[in-house]
């Protein structure tokens, strides 16, 4: 019998998980409906999914569909039953594979399939030993790549915005912003990496480019932001490196890379550079294995997958273990990194900046013109991305996590119609969850009022959706609206945030915005 997530059941516990779910689920209807965390299974080894109260990761796709789970050394994939109102583990798995490794960063990367106009998912997921390993759905390792030996801090996305924010269908680049330890970053070529990923059937091997940059300017980078290469005719005059006052546009107008990262010493900095050189390519690491010979369904091996202990080594000797492919050799030789230059900084020598959010493109410039950031000082500082200026600031907000929501203002409109002149009209909100305060807070872009605050409790993960699926920019403008209004692989999703609480609840945060008559 299924049931919800208790926060006293410890992770490393078995998850009973069974291929068959015919239990119900009560969820409520309307803009507060709540879906459940559930596992399932009809023997005695039923546990829920790990307790909330401990520090875990989570990575969600763009409608909130999908989500991956990470603590230590393990990950989960959860899919949404829409029907049962509950979200049901599909794939786990580890990929640590020495003494000591664990999961240190995690991404939900869905990836657009032209063909079926659907989405399939994968789980990149980066370690404390510096690999970057991707996973099916499933759970199943299929690539593994060291590009750096220092531990991952993060991975992003970077894709084009949807196509009700454009009228002409761009071909615009895509990456995955990989964050190491030291001040290094690996900006992976998203449309290369697609290309991988969608022959990774084990009978053809590839590999993906990338480019390596080091962050020289800041003592400390705790995060991240790529904004891709300089849009097209960008009118704005370049700033001599290294200056700290600011401008109406500090990034040069022909920048193939530009970068905003946060830390301390200084606390933001701008990085971009000119150069085009030939990128760097990947080691050809594909697991060699083909998904039929997978004898049983990850269910069948969930306990002895995903917990060491002894009592389930003993309840699962008669589970065939799993397939586990077979993963070339590390390389010999890591391609160092190239400094890029700073263009613009600004620091305070008593905060630290933790985490940077990038507010989803808007209609009007079609990419993104905000940020977000937290630091340990208790402040929430909104910022103009283009022109590396301060919009606002909120503060005593300690502990602080950021996501954004969307609400399209016309009434009866069709996102996803062919026949659209104008962008769409999009509203813009910045969530700010405080845990240690447990207050939520929904303001208004970018000069807009508090339109709400909640008292939610301690105890919640603020969860941002909102990406289009990797491989949307090779994929033409009429596909993806054919697979947005057949509601089809998470195309055009407007941003949006969820709330996992600690028993397991997950809250779908939702703007309605009231037309004027």
């Known amino acids: 019998m299924a049931k919800t997530i208790k926060a006293a059941d410890p992770w490393d516990k078995e998850w009973g998980w069974s291929v068959d779910d015919d239990t119900k689920a009560t969820a409520t209807s309307g803009s507060n409906a709540t879906n459940h965390l559930h596992s399932s299974n009809s023997s005695d080894f039923t546990h829920a999914l790990g307790p909330f109260t401990e520090t875990y990761m989570v990575s969600a796709s763009a409608g909130g569909r999908h989500m991956a789970l990470a603590h230590k050394s393990k990950f989960v994939v959860v899919e949404l039953n829409e029907k049962e109102g509950e979200y049901c583990a599909i794939g786990q798995g ?15 990367l869905p990836l657009f399939v032209p063909s079926i106009r659907k989405s399939q998912i994968f789980i990149m997921a980066g370690y404390s030993t510096g690999w970057i390993r991707v996973f099916s759905e499933t759970g199943t390792m299929l690539t593994a790549q060291l590009l750096e030996n220092a531990q991952v801090l993060s991975i992003k996305t970077r894709t084009p915005p949807p196509v009700y924010k454009t009228v002409a269908h761009t071909c615009e680049d895509e990456e995955i912003t990989i964050l190491f330890e030291g001040n290094r970053v690996v900006s992976i070529d998203g449309q290369s990496l697609w290309m991988v990923l969608r022959v990774c059937d084990g ?98 091996f969930a306990k002895s997958w995903w917990s060491g202990n002894a009592s389930s080594n003993l309840a699962s000797q008669n589970t065939p273990a799993p397939y586990v492919p077979y993963m070339h050799a590390p390389p010999s030789h890591i391609e160092p990194a190239t400094p890029i230059p700073s263009v613009l900084s600004l620091d305070d020598v008593e905060r630290r900046i933790t985490s940077i959010s990038m507010a989803p ?133 407007l941003s949006k945030c969820l709330l996992i609480g600690p028993n397991g609840e997950v809250r779908n945060i939702q703007v309605i915005t009231q037309t004027k008559k």
Not at 96 to 108: H, K, N, P, R
């Open 203 to 300: 009978q053809r091997e590839s590999a993906f480019t990338y480019k390596k940059y080091e962050f020289q300017r800041q003592e400390e980078v705790q995060d991240v932001v790529s904004l891709g290469p300089s849009p097209p005719r960008q009118s704005s005059q370049n700033i001599s490196t290294f200056s700290s006052t600011m401008s109406t546009n500090p990034f040069p107008t022909t920048a193939t890379s530009r970068y905003i990262a946060v830390g301390n010493g200084p606390m933001i900095s701008y990085y971009a550079t000119t150069e085009s050189s030939r990128p760097l390519m990947s080691a050809v690491s594909m697991a060699s294995y083909v998904v039929s010979r997978v004898a049983t369904p990850v269910f069948s």
């Open 94 to 108: 580890s990929g640590c594979e020495t003494e000591g490794e664990t999961i240190t960063a995690i991404l939900c």
């Open 361 to 493: 493109p808007s209609t009007s410039a079609q990419r993104s013109t905000l940020a977000a950031t937290c630091d340990l000082l208790g402040r929430v500082i909104l910022w103009d991305v283009q022109s590396g200026e301060m919009i606002r600031m909120w503060k005593g907000i300690r502990g602080a996590v950021c996501g954004w929501v969307e609400a399209a203002e016309d009434e009866g409109d069709e996102l996803a119609s062919s026949n659209r002149k104008m962008p769409a009209r999009i509203s813009l909100f910045l969530v700010i969850y405080s845990e240690r305060r447990g207050l939520l807070m929904v303001f208004h872009m970018r000069y807009g009022a508090r339109v709400g605050m909640y008292r939610v409790g301690q105890g919640w993960r603020l969860v941002p959706c909102g990406h289009e699926p990797l491989g949307s920019s090779m994929v033409n403008a009429d596909r993806r609206r054919m697979a947005m209004d057949q509601g089809e692989g998470e195309c055009g999703c």
